[in-house]
């Protein structure tokens, strides 16, 4: 839910110094068409990387329901044997400020409503069970829902000019679907400061809380990220897929059934070509060579 009206956002970018972006016609890749000013999300896909990106930065890329529809589609239709990770940014001073305020009034009922917190569940569920993992690449502020975006995304890299805040009841809707998801990325203190105080938290406090993995310069922020990318690209696919569904489903468990359960996944990783190659190459001292398929080893 974006708390930020026009007035007191321009005066949070005067305050914080946010640099200037090109708006509208952005290229992530150098194979990819440059897009117009109405698409609200750029995606590509190159080299195993999927990249989104937040393009509706004169909206300080609200999750509207046309962003999150947008969001939605590019979050779909992934094959995981082609895809290594999933890059998410935003275009602009600012990552994201939650959802449009002007579709949440009476005028738009409550019908309306329903489906627009319904889509941001289903965004958020698509990042949650996505077979690869998910980064968010943050610079400027992320609140309300765009916190919970940010929360959603397994790995965060965060400008040390960005900002986290949940400040819904500040305008009296409070983010209690923001909190669901940043709740269970932070310890319940911090939780409850973001969501009872509205006050919002820098990347520092961010990076300590748990919220975000990794806080880098703001103009090394592309650079760092790429690394992040890089280091899982080079990895097998499906063994970061098989752990990454594991990860996401034991901590939901205790810890004795986690065990028994992670005992069964290390077999069945075992099983896979890729991981035989793995150790294979250790043993050799070489780099592996990867099929990034099922495949059994024989």
């Not at 939605?72 to 890059?87: E, R």
Request: glycine share 6%; with cysteine; hydrophobic share 40%.
């Amino acid at each position: 839910m974006a708390f930020y009206v026009r007035r007191k956002s321009v005066l949070i970018f005067r305050q914080f110094g946010y640099r200037s972006f090109l708006q509208g016609r952005v290229c992530i890749h150098s194979s990819s068409v440059c897009p117009t000013e109405d698409q609200l999300t750029i995606c590509s896909q190159e080299n195993g990387v999927r990249r989104i990106t937040l393009n509706n930065p004169k909206k300080r890329n609200v999750l509207s329901m046309p962003m999150l529809d947008s969001l939605k589609k590019d979050l779909s239709n992934l094959d995981k044997n082609n895809l290594s990770c999933i890059l998410i940014s935003g275009n602009g001073p600012v990552f994201s400020a939650g959802h449009d305020l002007q579709e949440l009034t009476t005028k738009t009922g409550e019908d309306y409503h329903k489906k627009v917190f319904s889509r941001c569940t289903e965004v958020m569920m698509a990042i949650h069970n996505c077979p690869v993992p998910v980064i968010a690449q943050v610079r400027g502020l992320a609140a309300a829902a765009g916190c919970q975006l940010v929360a959603s995304c397994d790995i965060v890299v965060a400008s040390d000019k960005s900002k986290f805040s949940t400040p819904g009841a500040l305008v009296g809707l409070f983010c209690s679907t923001p909190g669901i998801a940043v709740a269970r990325a932070v310890p319940r203190k911090i939780a409850s400061y973001l969501l009872y105080t509205g006050q919002a938290i820098g990347s520092t406090d961010a990076l300590m809380s748990g919220l975000v993995s990794k806080v880098v310069p703001d103009d090394l922020l592309e650079e760092e990220t790429e690394k992040i990318v890089e280091a899982i690209v080079e990895k097998s696919r499906p063994v970061i897929s098989l752990g990454k569904a594991f990860f996401q489903k034991q901590i939901h468990q205790d810890l004795e059934k986690a065990y028994e359960q992670g005992e069964k996944v290390m077999v069945e990783n075992l099983k896979l070509a890729d991981t035989q190659e793995g150790l294979s190459a250790f043993i050799e001292k070489r780099t592996p060579t990867w099929k990034h398929t099922n495949q059994t080893s024989t």
